[in-house]
């Protein structure tokens, strides 16, 4: 924790390593920048309750309380998929690794 009370550092080894972002116009993968800023979906827990540390603490929250987590899934698969998981989705890519 730093003088703030916030998440400062981790020792030892990260659980989260060689993070990259999908670029929506190109369709391919870029390392995070630190000096840019993204948006990220996230839990009110982390967001709005300051969970893990408040590691989100200063975060612009565009929407809130959407719905629980499962709910977004089935509105998902709903709407965006029409109601089918296409077969895109039983491929493996191979982007997370566990160590």
């Given amino acids: 924790m730093d003088e703030n009370e916030l998440f400062g550092y981790v020792e030892g080894n990260r659980r989260v390593s060689n993070v990259e972002v999908l670029d929506k116009e190109s369709n391919e993968y870029h390392v995070i ?53 296409g077969a895109e989705y039983g491929n493996i890519e191979g982007r997370i690794v566990i160590k």
């Fill in 33 to 85: 920048e630190p000096d840019r800023t993204y948006t990220i979906a996230s839990s009110t827990f982390l967001v709005e309750d300051y969970g893990d540390n408040g590691i989100l603490r200063y975060a612009r929250v565009k929407e809130s309380n959407l719905g629980q987590d499962v709910d977004i899934l089935a509105i998902y698969l709903q709407q965006i998929l029409g109601g089918k998981i």
